[in-house]
T-cell receptor, first 113, second 111 residues
Framework: GESVGLHLPTLSVQEGDNSIINCAYS??????FIWYKQESGKGPQFIID?????DKRQGQRVTVLLNKTVKHLSLQIAATQPGDSAVYFC????????????FGTGTQLKVEL | DGGITQSPKYLFRKEGQNVTLSCEQN?????MYWYRQDPGQGLRLIYY???????QKGDIAEGYSVSREKKESFPLTVTSAQKNPTAFYLC??????????FGSGTRLTVV
């Protein structure tokens, strides 16, 4: 339902540490998931995606883990840098839902120097 | 922004006025979407279109209208019926089986 007034949770990490951003989904029919990064005043940018037939996928400094049993998705960022400071959204698409993604509320990542 | 152009970047609307936000793409993607984002919140779907001359309401369509006369263009009109239009508006496109590509957004403010 509506989440008006719900503000984004915040994750603060020290520069150089690893970051883990979590996302829960409710639709067990979802079979495609994406993580986006949104910097202030800009549109979201694609980071990494994963299909439900996979448990893990790695990119450059990022790893996405999918646990279908508990409907949980996580984004791990290795050696977090100041440029990683942004809002991170997960999104999912159900089987047969075409391209229509449903977005999570997002997490604000703050990197402390 | 990957071939998606949103304009203007900033837009000011007076009370009772209709305004139109532009979204143009050269990615040859069939699907196009409009989202609204309020400060500190996630993305809410306004309207989407899977093909030319067809579109569907999203979760918060009231007070908005769209058209899809060309594959490249999906303009959004914020009508006077939208009582709280101040927000950041994002247009996105999608190709079959792939995720969205977003534009850079339009920030609309009521004055």
């Amino acid at each position: 339902g509506e989440s008006v007034g719900l503000h984004l949770p915040t994750l603060s990490v020290q520069e150089g540490d690893n970051s883990i951003i979590n996302c829960a989904y409710s639709n067990s029919a979802s079979d495609y998931f994406i993580w986006y990064k949104q910097e202030s005043g800009k549109g979201p940018q694609f980071i990494i995606d994963i299909r439900s037939n996979m448990d893990k996928r790695q990119g450059q400094r990022v790893t996405v883990l999918l646990n279908k049993t508990v409907k949980h998705l996580s984004l791990q960022i290795a050696a977090t840098q100041p440029g990683d400071s942004a809002v991170y959204f997960c999104a999912g698409a159900p089987t047969g839902g075409g391209n229509k993604l449903t977005f999570g509320t997002g997490t604000q990542l703050k990197v402390e120097l | 922004d990957g071939g998606i152009t949103q304009s203007p970047k900033y837009l000011f609307r007076k009370e009772g006025q209709n305004v139109t936000l532009s979204c143009e793409q050269n990615l040859n993607h069939d699907a196009m979407y409009w989202y609204r984002q309020d400060p500190g919140q996630g993305l809410r779907l306004i309207y989407y279109s899977q093909i030319v001359n067809d579109f569907q309401k999203g979760d918060i369509a009231e007070g908005y209208s769209v058209s899809r006369e060309k594959k490249e263009s999906f303009p959004l009109t914020v009508t006077s019926a939208q009582k709280n239009p101040t927000a950041f508006y994002l247009c996105a496109t999608a190709d079959r089986g792939l995720g969205y590509t977003f534009g850079s957004g339009t920030r609309l403010t009521v004055v």
